[in-house]
């Protein structure tokens, strides 16, 4: 059997009749169906990484020591996460391959199980297919029926934006460690919570002062326009991060050394990531006013970049809703079995497309 058939569709594919509909509309087509930033990539990371752009030799797989540095100090600065030294982190060529290969980088099998949300980014269940892994969709730890390998989390999360509580992450540490887990925290997002605060799970008050078991997984492609670069990271238990290393370098998974050089940079700095939330909260409150006038109700999304909107009925029928007015959203049952009522619309387009989808949701 081909690899690709264990794999679940890929969703975007359904879209095509859907994207054409709304590419006909007579003022051009709203795309809101991917987390595509469309801002500029700041230009003292373009800098950073035009200096750095002799390169003859091979990278690192592990990064070079300035990023090792610069990741351990912006998770200290960001995230209140203690306890970290060179040997806690490694980096990711993009956190998607990191998320779809972890089980089976972490050697997982048809005997493991592998827990994430109930709604969820789609690379979770990619990931434990091509591991041949049993899966379970669980919001909660208590209600978690498996002792699972792997655990993923996910806040502020894709799709839907829920936030997760300080106390709802200190429960999946307390389980992972009761159950001999990984827990995976995905923190992609983090750096765009609007409605309440982020938490790491490298955070002292969340995991006790203790990085056992635990990994946090980071990117610099939403928080700071560096999606084409393909930069992340990894941190969280040296014992982990060791293992992981030890099989990715055999893999040759290193990040351009010009890449790192700009990851080092953009990693530096503050004021760009909150001049990126401003325009993202400004378009929020725009499309978030129109939906609701449109009469789609708006659930969750106290942060991330998407809003997670219903009419009340299958999202498939307001995908088509919406591409009569010239707008593509993901439907919500691109992100499992338990959301087919909603869509998802997402915050990375120009003022000026947000601004025409909001004309034609009130007019």
């Known amino acids: 059997m081909k690899l690709s058939q264990s794999l679940p569709d890929f969703p975007w594919d359904s879209l095509a009749s859907a994207k054409a509909r709304a590419a006909a509309h007579r003022d051009g087509i709203v795309d809101l169906s991917v987390g595509t930033p469309v801002d500029p990539t700041p230009q003292f990371v373009c800098d950073a990484l035009a200096r750095a752009c002799q390169a003859p030799g091979y990278p690192t797989t592990w990064g070079s020591p300035a990023l090792r540095h610069a990741v351990i100090d912006y998770l200290q600065r960001r995230w209140n996460a203690y306890g970290l030294d060179e040997q806690c982190v490694t980096t990711a060529v993009g956190t998607k391959e990191f998320v779809g290969s972890l089980p089976t980088v972490l050697a997982l099998g048809p005997r493991d199980t592998v827990v994430f949300p109930r709604v969820a980014y789609p690379t979770y269940e990619v990931g434990a297919a091509l591991a041949g892994v049993h899966i379970e969709r669980c919001d909660d730890p208590e209600q978690v029926s498996s002792r699972p390998a792997l655990i993923w ?18 429960r999946w540490v307390a389980f992972a460690r009761h159950t001999g887990a990984v827990l995976a925290s995905d923190e992609c997002y983090a750096e765009f919570a609007y409605d309440a605060p982020a938490y790491s799970v490298l955070d002292p008050r969340v995991n006790d002062s203790s990085l056992d078991g635990l990994i946090a997984v980071h990117s610099l492609s939403k928080r700071s326009n560096m999606a084409g670069y393909r930069a992340g990271f990894v941190a969280g238990d040296p014992s982990v991060v060791g293992e992981l290393l030890a099989v990715r370098k055999n893999l040759g998974l290193m990040i351009p050394a010009p890449v790192q050089a700009a990851m080092v940079a953009a990693l530096g700095d503050d004021e760009h990531v909150a001049a990126q939330k401003s325009r993202y909260l400004a378009r929020r409150s725009m499309l978030r006013d129109a939906l609701e006038t449109a009469g789609f109700r708006i659930d969750h999304s106290e942060g991330s970049l998407y809003l997670w909107a219903t009419q009340g009925t299958d999202g498939r029928r307001s995908v088509d809703w919406l591409a009569e007015r010239g707008i593509l959203a993901a439907p919500g049952d691109f992100y499992g079995p338990y959301s087919g009522d909603h869509v998802r619309l997402s915050l990375t387009a120009t003022d000026e497309r947000i601004g025409a989808a909001v004309y034609r949701l009130t007019h």
């Open 153 to 170: 989390i996910n806040s502020p999360a894709n799709p839907h934006g829920a936030i997760a509580s300080r106390e709802l992450l200190r």
